[in-house]
């Protein structure tokens, strides 16, 4: 019965949370900590994602922080792509033209043509000669060049205003080892161009992080947390934080969830707002393992950037990097 009761309980405030879209009276706004405003792809509503102009763009619309995807080549080059295999579920709706915000979609190769396959099965030649991008609205592709990784950490190098950098890992656990491919490069290109910022590198996979940790301890890591399907009643469960402490890194991410996910907003913010609350008793108790930044991504509403700002988030990683300046103008956020 005392089961029942609680089980009833918890329906109900999920029941009424649904109704309630920012039900915080009194704002917890954290204005001492650098507030990371991190363009998702560059911006990605403008130019072909992971691409230099899209970057360029971001940092325009007052970015201080990037996000970019990695992937590995056949042989061993590390080029910035979000889809790692092109007939994977995520990349076939993005070649459609299906992903929301964005201005361009991928063009991957035909079947059949004996070039449509994962990027660690085909060389770099292969794969800037079949791979590019077409805006939604059009017919042909847009052949702007996609970088590799030494082509982006050169030009980040001579970007003031980036403070950090978030390297999505799209190595897939079957595949884990070739992360030190990418973290072999990150160290040489690093102690060449000697880049003002800071590395954050992201995995959903706990065995490519493992695998990270095992040769590059020392760097900055996020296991990123992803929510899933349906109805979630106890949302604390999908904690970034929790997860961050588990494994000992020092950046903690969630994803909000997906339409598929029933009532996503609601649980997502109330995510966040156990998070920040976790955030500050973990960093109080243990100041030696402290977590830098709470993250959340990908935001693109307006209202919904407002909310978390006023819940005390850490940065956001959105589509949008001018609309989410804008609100760190207004709220007086530390910018830099």
């Known amino acids: 019965m005392a089961s029942l009761k609680r089980k009833l309980k918890y329906y ?16 917890n706004i954290d204005k001492e900590q650098l507030f990371l405003t991190c363009g998702h792809r560059g911006s990605p509503v403008n130019e072909p994602e992971n691409t230099i102009p899209s970057f360029e763009r971001a940092l325009r619309e007052g970015a201080n922080s990037l996000e970019a995807d990695l992937c590995v080549t056949k042989d061993k080059e590390v080029i910035l792509c979000h ?32 070039f449509r396959k994962k990027t660690s099965e085909l060389t770099l030649k292969e794969f800037k000669a079949h791979f590019s991008y077409i805006k939604k609205d059009a017919d042909e592709a847009v052949w702007k060049p996609i ?39 990150l160290d040489s290109l690093t102690n060449k161009f000697n880049p003002n910022c800071k590395f954050i590198l992201e995995t959903f996979s706990k065995e490519v992080l493992e695998t990270a940790k095992s040769k590059y301890p020392d760097l900055n890591y996020c296991l990123d947390v992803e929510i899933p399907p349906g109805f979630i009643f106890f949302p604390r469960i999908y904690s970034g934080v929790k997860t961050a402490m588990q494994n000992k890194n020092n950046f903690a991410l969630v994803l909000k969830p997906r339409q598929i996910t029933i009532g996503n907003w609601v649980t997502y913010r109330r995510i966040i707002r156990f998070d920040v609350r976790r ?20 935001i693109n509403d307006k209202r919904e ?26 709220y007086e956020l530390k910018r830099w």
């Open 12 to 27: 109900l405030l999920w029941i009424r949370e649904l109704f309630r879209f920012c039900p915080y009276r009194k704002a």
């Open 279 to 298: 955030k500050k008793q973990h960093n109080k108790k243990y100041p030696e393992q402290k977590i830098e930044f709470l993250i959340g991504c990908t």
């Open 147 to 185: 970088p590799t990784f030494s082509e982006f950490i050169s030009w980040v190098s001579t970007q003031e205003k980036v403070k950090y950098i978030f390297l999505d890992i799209k190595v897939p656990p079957e595949e884990k080892e070739l992360v030190l491919v990418i973290l072999d490069q």
């Open 83 to 114: 889809d790692w295999n092109p007939d994977e579920l995520v990349a076939l709706i993005r070649e459609r033209g299906f992903e929301p915000e964005v201005a361009y979609k991928p063009y991957f190769p035909l079947p059949f043509s004996g």
């Open 305 to 330: 950037m407002e909310c978390l700002i006023k819940k005390g988030i850490n940065g956001m990683q959105t589509d949008y990097p001018f609309r989410l300046t804008n609100l760190v103008k207004q």
